[in-house]
């Protein structure tokens, strides 16, 4: 079965310094991923996706994040934290063929020191 | 542009109570997921509809739960009779097939089940 692993629970970064979110997935072919934020009390909102060519995905918030078939990996990063980017991050994989049946990690929770 | 709007946004009930959960989804969009979240079990899809049919309800928990959508722009998620074990947030999401699948999620209806 598909699944989704985000290995780290909490992760805490100094406002200003680099960020990377780790996301690891099983799926045998080409899978459909995504990258999500969920602030305190809100919905999820879609940062970046990735569904198929170049393996370096843009997204909003000045994410972006790189899709590595070889390490089954698809890691988000972001070059300077923000204090409002603290929340927690879920990375999900489409079932299947699936584009719209998501399987999400357990989620990563962002702590952002000033 | 309005986003999903859900509601309640809170509610706490008593055990046996019968729950009904509201969705509005966005404008345009042909298709609408309920989720479920829990601190056990994350993220969950139970029911995903398209052009207001159920397509896919292998994730509705059991019988107690029943999901409908009569027209474009609303769906309902019942559950009746309530258990605590039912206390969660459920968000309800819309996506348009033809924009690359994202979906885009509201702010959740978050449910305490006494």
């Known amino acids: 079965a598909q699944s989704v692993t985000q290995p780290d629970i909490h992760i805490t970064v100094s406002e200003g310094a680099s960020l990377e979110l780790r996301c690891n997935y099983s799926y045998g072919a080409t899978p459909y991923l995504f990258w999500y934020v969920q602030s305190p009390g809100q919905g999820l909102q879609l940062l970046l996706k990735y569904f198929s060519g170049d393996t370096l995905v843009q997204g909003i918030k000045g994410f972006e994040a790189e899709f590595k078939r070889s390490q089954s990996s698809f890691n988000l990063r972001k070059p300077s934290v923000h204090w409002s980017d603290a929340a927690e991050y879920f990375c999900?994989?489409?079932?299947?063929?699936?584009?719209?049946?998501?399987?999400f990690g357990s989620g990563t929770r962002l702590l952002v020191r000033p | 542009d309005a986003g999903v709007i859900q509601s309640p946004r809170h509610e706490v009930t008593e055990m046996g109570q019968e729950v009904t959960l509201r969705c509005k989804p966005i404008s345009g969009h042909n298709s609408l997921f309920w989720y479920r979240q829990t601190m056990m079990r994350g993220l969950e899809l139970l029911i995903y509809?398209?052009?207001?049919?159920?397509?896919?309800d292998s994730g509705m928990p059991e019988d107690r739960f029943s999901a409908k959508m009569p027209n474009a722009s609303f769906s309902t998620l019942k559950i009746q009779p309530s258990e605590p074990r039912d206390s969660a947030v459920y968000f309800c999401?819309?996506?348009?097939?033809?924009?690359?699948?994202?979906?885009?999620f509201g702010e959740g209806s978050w449910l305490t089940v006494v």
């Open positions: 509809f398209n052009n207001n049919v159920p397509i896919d």
């Open positions: 999900a994989v489409g079932e299947g063929d699936s584009s719209y049946k998501l399987i």
């Open positions: 999401a819309s996506s348009r097939l033809d924009s690359g699948n994202t979906i885009y």
